[in-house]
């Protein structure tokens, strides 16, 4: 089971990006696609599917967030084709971040934003063995810049199973940004790989909500635990969401709520919904209370 798994925030198009994704990447699949009543954006679609056998929810609630490129996923490709044709298809309707060629760490790479403004960082890995097609990455702008190493070093003791890679930092004479930042860094959290990086240059945006990682919880101790190890503003706090202390959200949920989700009785759906959305913090109990209906 995935313990980590990226959710993106639509306005509606949750179903439609996700039909688009599994069509260009290979070994993709859309898992489910439920609906939740009467929340505060409507009915809030939820789908769940795979990329290169990798998880992700989708949601579709409003035009409250936005996607930015201070979270992008870099996609290891074994080709420079498999690079050229993935561009071809993502590019259309979006925007360019960095051009496709060639740069000193990769002979075939680009960084774009599709049309749904999502960003996608593609890269021909040439001989580096890909043990994980798909990487999560986080940049560190504006007032967090400089944070990257210390917030690697910070989930690294939140997590369980969490190793710090490789960190490669700026040098002298690479300015604007500051000599000893991080450039490039990996690390793992609970056997997935991500990445982070340091960035001074003049970027309008920061981590939103339109991108959080839902962390999946066996018991009411682990929710707890995550919770009081992650959550640092307070007024962010809402329906099992948080934010940390660098502005990056997260979701905190049990793993039951997979099964609540996805069950086909709509007055059971619609208890947990009721029962959930005053919450902060998720209390399992009340949730499979309302799921049976006690």
């Given at each position: ?7 993106l925030?639509f ?23 439920t ?24 949601m ?16 290891a490709?074994?080709t ?19 051009e ?7 002979d ?6 599709d ?13 580096r ?30 997590f ?15 300015e604007p ?27 309008h ?6 991108i ?64 959930f ?18």
């Open positions: 089971m995935q313990k980590i798994t990226p959710c925030w306005d509606k198009e949750a179903k439609e990006a996700a039909e688009f994704y599994t069509s260009i990447f290979k070994n993709s699949r859309i898992k489910s696609t609906t939740l009543p009467n929340t505060p954006s409507g009915n809030t679609e939820i789908v769940t599917f795979e990329l290169f056998g990798q998880e992700f929810t989708l579709s609630a409003g035009p409250l967030f936005k996607f930015t490129p201070a979270v992008s996923f870099l996609v490709l074994s420079k084709e498999e690079v050229n044709a993935l561009w071809g298809q993502l590019s259309v309707g979006g925007s360019v971040l960095m496709l060629g060639t740069y000193p760490f990769s075939r790479y680009g960084w774009v934003q049309k749904y403004g999502l960003s996608w960082q593609l890269m021909f890995a040439d001989d063995k890909i043990t994980q097609k798909i990487t999560p990455t986080l940049m560190f702008v504006g007032k967090q810049c400089g944070n990257a190493e210390e917030a690697i070093k910070f989930y690294a003791t939140v369980h199973n969490a190793k710090v890679g490789n960190m490669l930092h700026y040098s002298k004479g690479e940004d500051k000599e000893g930042s991080i450039k490039h860094a990996a690390f793992m959290l609970e056997g997935q790989e991500f990445a982070a990086m340091d960035s001074a240059r003049d970027h945006f920061t981590f939103t909500e339109a959080s990682f839902e962390v999946r919880c066996k018991t009411q101790k682990e929710i707890d635990y995550y919770w009081g190890k992650l959550s640092a503003v307070p007024e962010a706090e809402q329906c099992g969401w948080l934010k940390d202390k660098y502005g990056l959200s997260w979701q905190v949920v049990p793993i039951d709520m997979d099964k609540m989700m996805q069950d086909k009785d709509a007055q059971k759906l619609e208890r947990v919904v009721k029962a959305l005053p919450m902060k913090k998720f209390d399992l109990k009340v949730l499979k209370r309302a799921y049976e209906g006690n």
